[in-house]
């Protein structure tokens, strides 16, 4: 619960926002009240709502505020993520959705997590009850077969990873990032997954619960293709995998040899994911 016991001005809260004017400005004067001190930082992808305009009234008001104004050529949830995290100035970050989705109330036990010693601490969601039976489906599915990549390569795993909600030490994740950025599915919603494939294997890992809440207002960037990309995530045949899918959904009988694949694939990643994870030293 917040306010915590960390001293909030290491922390840096990094807020993608692309169209989210009916929830940029509660949002960060939500995070100011509750963590006096913070610095938060909007990394935006041209909205064309009035974001932009909205941040740039509350900047009178906290001089902690920052805007990144992108490049549209490379719109994308990860590549803003990536620019967000590497330009943090503070000792700590943590990334959240500007949706409500993750509760401004519970960034506070994540600073606590970092300030006690974590690495990197992962958001986990303990009901999924606000997303749609396919969402609630495919994100399980993905959750299993990112498990099982970072489980054949002994790398750390959490219980969400596919969560939003993440937060660690600056110097680790922007390091991660300069070496290995390249590697990252830019136009992807999954940065946390990402960076996990490429931390040391050695990391302090910790995770917080959180209550998953509603999108309060605005609507969902989320699509199919961004689904999807959880699989270009996974190696070489995760890609030549997620690209056949995309090919395939134009045809109805397609549809069902994707979705028969799909299955398979989930039910082998079950399998081999099911062994223990490791999340915390
Ligand atoms: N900078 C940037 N932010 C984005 C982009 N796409 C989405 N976002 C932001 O990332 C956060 C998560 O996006 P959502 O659309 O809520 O995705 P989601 O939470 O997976 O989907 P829902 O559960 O349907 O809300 C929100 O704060 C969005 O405004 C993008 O391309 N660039
Ligand atoms: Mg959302």
């Known amino acids: 619960m917040a306010p915590g016991n960390s001293d909030l001005t290491k922390f840096t809260v990094v807020l993608p926002t692309y169209n989210e004017v009916e929830n940029v400005s509660r949002m960060v004067e939500e995070l100011f009240r509750l963590y006096p001190g913070i610095s938060v930082s909007v990394i935006d992808d041209c909205s064309n709502d009035g974001t932009i305009d909205a941040v740039l009234a509350l900047q009178k ?18 590549a803003s ?4 995290i590497s330009s943090v100035k503070t000792d700590f970050y943590i990334v959240m959705d500007a949706d409500f989705q993750h509760p401004p109330v519970s960034v506070g036990d994540l600073m606590d997590k970092i300030s006690g010693g974590a690495d990197l601490v992962v958001g986990v969601r303990v009901t999924k009850g606000p997303l749609t039976l396919p969402r609630r489906i495919a ?24 969560s939003g909600f993440f937060g660690g030490r600056t110097e680790l994740s922007r390091k991660v990032i ?3 950025g ?34 309060a ?10 689904i999807l990309s959880v699989m270009k995530q996974c190696g070489m045949a ?12 134009v045809s109805k009988t397609a549809q069902v040899i994707g979705l028969l694949i799909l299955v398979a694939i989930f039910a082998i990643a079950i399998v081999m994911g099911t062994a223990p994870h490791q999340p915390t030293p």
């Open 178 to 180: 300069a070496e290995q």
């Open 81 to 84: 993520l990536m620019d967000g």
């Open 139 to 162: 994100s399980g599915g993905a959750h299993k077969l990112a498990a099982t990549y970072l489980w054949l390569r002994r790398k750390p795993r959490s219980r969400d990873l596919m």
């Open 238 to 249: 995760g890609k030549m995998l997620g690209t056949s899918i995309q090919l395939l959904v």
């Open 182 to 215: 390249a590697k990252f599915e830019g136009r992807g919603f999954k940065v946390l997954f990402d960076l996990m494939k490429h931390v040391p294997r050695d990391i302090r890992l910790e995770e917080a619960e959180f209550v998953f809440g509603e999108r």
């Open 61 to 78: 008001k906290h001089g902690l505020l920052t805007l990144m104004r992108r490049d549209p050529a490379k719109k994308g949830l990860t």
């Open 217 to 226: 207002a605005g609507e969902s960037k989320l699509n199919s293709d961004i």
